[in-house]
C-alpha cells in the first residue's frame, strides 16, 4: 500500500516536481496545499501518512502549522521540507514534535528515505542534529535571566540574527552579543540552537499548564 503524502508548499514547481519524484517509488502525493488552512481543511476530510510542509507559508510559520495538526491530530508525522537551513527553526521544529528535516538541497533519495522512516512512526532526525540540539541540555536548567535577556532568548527562540534583535529590541548589536553570551552561560547550553530549544520547551511546558 503506498504512503500517502499532503505537501504543504505555494511553490507549485515545488509540487509538480514532488508528484514526478512520487510516481516512481512507493510514495503517492496525495494532496496540495498552499497554505496552513487549506492543509487543515484538507486534514478534515481525508488524512494522509505523512505531512510535508514549507518553515514559510503565506498564511504562517510552518511550526504554527505543525502545532495545530500536533493539536488534531498527534500522531500523525509532520516533516519540513524546506530551502531554509537555519539551526534556530530546526531546533523549534525538533522542539514542537516534528518527524523530520530534510532541506532542499538534500539529495533526493533522502527524501524519500526520511518520508518511508517517519510514516513507518520513527523520528528522522540524524544523530548529528540530535546531538547538536540536545548535547549539555538538562529538563530544566536553573537560570536567573533577567527580564531583558528574556526578551532576547524569545527573539532569538524565533530565528531572529543579531542584528534582527538589535532593530525589535532598538538595542545596540553588541549589547545583543553580550545578551547572547550570558544567556549560554546561565542556561548552560554552548551555543544558540540549544538556547532556542531551551525556550522553546519552556513555552510548550508553560502552555501545557
Known amino acids: ?52 510542509t514549507e518553515t514559510l507559508l503565506p498564511d504562517g510559520s510552518g511550526i504554527d502549522l505543525l502545532k495545530q495538526i500536533k493539536a488534531e ?6 516533516l519540513f521540507f524546506t530551502g531554509s537551513e537555519s539551526p534556530s527553526y ?8 516534528a518527524a523530520g528535516y530534510v532541506t532542499k538541497s538534500d539529495r533526493l ?30 529538563p530544566d536548567p536553573e537560570s536567573s535571566l533577567t527580564a531583558r535577556e528574556g526578551d532576547v532568548l524569545q527573539l532569538l527562540a524565533h530565528g531572529l540574527t543579531n542584528n534582527e534583535i538589535a532593530a525589535v529590541l532598538q538595542i545596540g ?23 532556542a530549544v531551551w525556550a522553546v520547551r519552556k513555552e510548550m511546558t508553560r502552555s501545557d499548564k
Request: glycine share 8%.
Open 173 to 195: 548589536y553588541e549589547t545583543v552579543k553580550e545578551h547572547v553570551q550570558h544567556i549560554l552561560r546561565k542556561l548552560g547550553v554552548r551555543h544558540r540552537t540549544q538556547a
Open 1 to 52: 500500500m503506498p504512503i500517502r503524502v499532503l505537501s504543504v508548499d505555494d511553490h507549485e514547481v515545488v509540487q509538480l516536481g514532488l508528484g514526478v519524484l512520487f510516481e516512481q517509488s512507493s510514495v503517492r502525493l496525495q494532496t496540495t496545499a498552499k497554505t496552513s488552512a487549506e492543509a487543515l481543511q484538507a486534514l478534515g476530510k481525508r488524512q494522509p501518512d505523512v505531512v510535508l
Open 90 to 97: 530546526m531546533a523549534r521544529g525538533y522542539a514542537s514534535g
Open 73 to 78: 491530530w498527534p500522531s500523525l508525522p509532520v
Open 109 to 138: 533519495n533522502r527524501l524519500m528515505d526520511v518520508v518511508s522512516l517517519v510514516a513507518s512512526g520513527k523520528m528522522a532526525w540524524t544523530e548529528e542534529q540530535l546531538k547538536q540540539f540536545t548535547g549539555g541540555l538538562s
